[in-house]
């Protein structure tokens, strides 16, 4: 049976007889299966249990996230979930996970389940309305404040052995710039001159290696669940991997999170400054501007290579979705802010 031919009824029958197999109940009810939006490298569902334990009637609201069809960048989602749990145990605000499973044979690709975190993710609204005026004055202190517990994530406790890492005689940026070289070289359909500019640009002047730590890897607003009173909830791990703390903090500063609020540049909710300070005081760790700059610039590249990975997989048929399809178009956004930040 493929992803395709699926139906939501043909899921929840299967992930109840899953889930009453991992409680060790005779049986559990799944009801309310849909398909949420987002997730254009994973799918999003939210669904209802119900059961009962000990006499007693338990009910949960649960997301579901099951690979796609077709190839993409990131962990897979068994190590996605690892990391939730991983993050949960050092006080990043993550939902709570509770089980997973890569056996295709149930909803014929890997998946696992999580608490569904009340909140808005959608930018546009989170910084414009109203309702969130509150949260977003303090937003960019507290984005640097979460940014530092996940830099502490202890890998090496928590079994992350899987993370991507560089060798021990290359720096993490030399690590990113090779890896998303070699993917753009296998995959781009187009010449890019502004990409092959940036490219020799950037290798000109590669950062030393530096700490490494546990980076999200995709930190911005869009994966971040916010309520009026701030950031509940850090989500859509699967770009992380083991490197330079500063790619966090540039990649947050990358234009396309501003989502037309230019003159704030943190993820359009804030300054710079404002950031770096929370951060340092969370982490002890001092925050060098220029080589931000850096991994800002080498962001944009990287969201750029991205934007072609998500038109190839839709030109390609592995996930025909408007999402995918939208997202392959704004490659040129990138290009000219590359063309901006360089020639600066």
Known sequence: MTVLRMT???????????????????????GGLRRLAGGASREIWALELSYADGGQPVTRRLVLRRDPHGAGVGTAGSQEFRLLRAAHAHGVPVPRVYWCSDDREILAAPFFLMDRIDGETIPRKLLRDAEYAPARAGMAAELGRILAGIHAIDRAAHGLDFLTEPGPDESPAQNELDRFEQIYRAITPDPHPAFELAFRWLRARLPGGGERVVVHGDYRMGNVICGPDGIRAVLDWELAHVGDPMEDLGWLCVRSWRFGNDDRPVGGVGQREDLFAAYTAASGRAVDPEQVRYWEILGNLKWGIMTIIQAKTYLDGHHQSVEHASIGRRTAETEIELLDLIGN
């Open 8 to 30: 939501p009824a043909d899921m929840e029958q299967r992930l109840a007889r899953f889930i009453a197999a991992q409680l060790g109940v005779e049986s559990v009810t799944v």
